[in-house]
Nanobody, 123 residues
Framework: QVQLAESGGGLVQAGGSLRLSCAAS????????MAWFRQAPGKERAFVAS????????RYADSVKGRFTISRENAKNTVLLQMNDLKREDTAVYYC????????????????WGQGTQVTVSS
């Protein structure tokens, strides 16, 4: 198993930036593809970004392309989500997820989840 813990959420004005961090512990981090999802109030959990085991492959939701960047530091067992030019519609709880098999775009692709961190964007 792998345990995940997100940090870095908070309140930010529209147009601002935040960097989320997800620390992994347990099994070998480099054996897992990583992803970020988010869930806004009253909505289903939605894909944000994913990265494969080597870090050379990335996928992004259309709504965040060009604004968000996913990265990983295998030596530190950490995956990051740099969020720039934040919009009110980015307000959500952001979750880190891990999978040993796939770096897909659906929540069912991932076996392990963190508890989430709240991001609130004000106008």
């Amino acid at each position: 198993q792998v345990q995940l813990a997100e940090s870095g959420g908070g309140l930010v004005q529209a147009g601002g930036s935040l960097r989320l961090s997800c620390a992994a512990s347990g099994r070998t981090f480099s054996n897992y593809a990583m992803a970020w999802f988010r869930q806004a109030p009253g909505k289903e959990r939605a894909f944000v970004a994913s990265m494969n085991w080597t870090g050379r492959g990335t996928r992004y939701a259309d709504s965040v392309k060009g604004r968000f960047t996913i990265s990983r530091e295998n030596a530190k067992n950490t995956v990051l989500l740099q969020m720039n030019d934040l919009k009110r519609e980015d307000t959500a709880v952001y979750y880190c997820a891990a999978s040993p098999l796939t770096w897909g775009v659906t929540s069912t692709d991932y076996n392990y989840w963190g508890q989430g961190t709240q991001v609130t964007v004000s106008s």
